[in-house]
């Protein structure tokens, strides 16, 4: 490549005119200059999937951006994965590749609306699903991830009330599971796994009967009640490696990448029309301008920060992602001889 072809262009569109083999040449010069660590979810697109140094579920991309020694963050996900690696490192910066990249579950919920609603519900224990804003997790007492929801849920009380947001799908999954009868859904959703519907699985299943059923926690109840398995995308990758015949009940982007990791076997989208649009905003070349202009930031006030990470930590600490410093550590911390988050399973 050129020098001329290394100079920074002005938009994101300059540099979707690049062949991909320069975007990716830019990209890792780019990382290793700024000391940046690419964190990508598991419904990128194929090529970000490519250049991403770490792939995973919410659970594990929060763990990850917690446990990093890498000075800047580039995710690529939505905004409220970015947000969260800017609570948990808040001294790294974290960019993003497309701002406009947002969850419309996440946007179900508000601060002021979950107060009324918490203001209803005095004894109530706030568990919040990542898919949310900062603001909203810095109401909450813990959140949780569709990896461990279920474990998050059985730590508190039997007795003591539950709200639950903004999923309502994986709150009905998480009373089925623990069998409480407590628990106050808000009424959000994710459109593109609730919109899966069953004559969808029956279609897929009266043409592959003998293949396993695997669906996202997201996804509404005669879905999951029809699963042989409930789990997140990272536990669907996992399965996928050990299952030759599998049905995916989430976005399709992750039943495309995985197979085209096993050929040889059939990996079938429960739904073809299951897309995430606004995962798929983020490309090769955003991540390449974003890159080379340092941008787009995510800034957070100290307060709400703080709020977030209580609840964000709580999370870790019952997910063995995420231990709390020892006094020693601390001390150590302190004075600068171990960095924040070491304790990181
Ligand atoms: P996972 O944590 O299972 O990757 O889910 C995140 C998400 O947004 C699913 O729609
Ligand atoms: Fe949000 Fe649904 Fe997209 Fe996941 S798939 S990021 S929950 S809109």
């Known amino acids: 490549m050129s020098r001329a072809t290394l100079d920074i262009l002005p938009t994101p569109l300059d540099y979707s005119a690049l062949p991909a083999e320069d975007l990716k040449a830019r990209i890792q010069r780019k990382k290793e200059e700024l000391n940046a660590v690419i964190l990508g979810h598991n419904y990128q697109r194929i090529e970000i999937q ?13 763990q990850e951006a917690a446990d990093t020694s890498a000075d800047v963050i580039v995710f690529c996900g939505v905004h409220f994965m970015a947000e969260t690696a800017k609570v948990l490192s808040p001294g790294k910066r974290v960019l993003m590749p497309d701002p406009r990249a947002g969850c419309p579950m996440a946007d179900f919920v508000t601060r002021d609306a979950l107060r009324r609603l918490k203001a209803e519900h005095e004894d109530a224990a706030v568990v919040t699903y990542v898919n949310s804003t900062a603001e909203v997790k810095a109401e909450s007492n813990v959140c949780c991830t569709s990896s461990n929801a279920v474990r998050v849920v059985e730590s508190i009380p039997r007795d003591q009330s539950i709200i639950f947001v903004p999923d309502k799908n994986l709150a009905a999954y998480v009373a089925d599971r623990t069998g409480r009868e407590n628990i106050i859904a808000w009424d959000g959703y994710c459109y593109v796994h609730d919109d899966m519907v069953l004559v969808e699985l029956d279609a897929v299943l009266q043409a ?61 989208p429960l739904s073809g029309a299951a897309i995430c649009g606004n995962m798929k905003l983020n490309t090769l070349a955003k991540l390449a301008w974003s890159l080379d202009h340092e941008r787009h930031e995510v800034v957070l006030e100290e307060n709400i920060r703080l709020g977030a990470e209580r609840a964000l930590r709580r999370m870790l600490e019952l997910s063995g992602g995420w231990s709390a410093p020892s006094a020693e550590e601390s001390r150590l911390e302190e004075v600068g001889l171990r960095k924040s988050g070491c304790g990181c399973a």
């Open 50 to 62: 490519d250049v991403s140094d770490y792939l995973g579920d919410s659970l594990g991309l929060s």
């Open 208 to 268: 592959h009967p003998d293949a396993k059923v695997v669906v996202h926690p997201e996804a509404r109840k005669d879905l999951l009640d029809r699963a042989d398995f409930v789990t997140s995308t990272s536990g669907m990758v996992k399965l996928a490696a050990e299952h030759d015949k599998l049905v995916i009940g989430t976005e399709r982007g992750l039943v495309d990448s995985l197979n085209q990791q096993y050929p040889e076997k059939t990996l079938i």
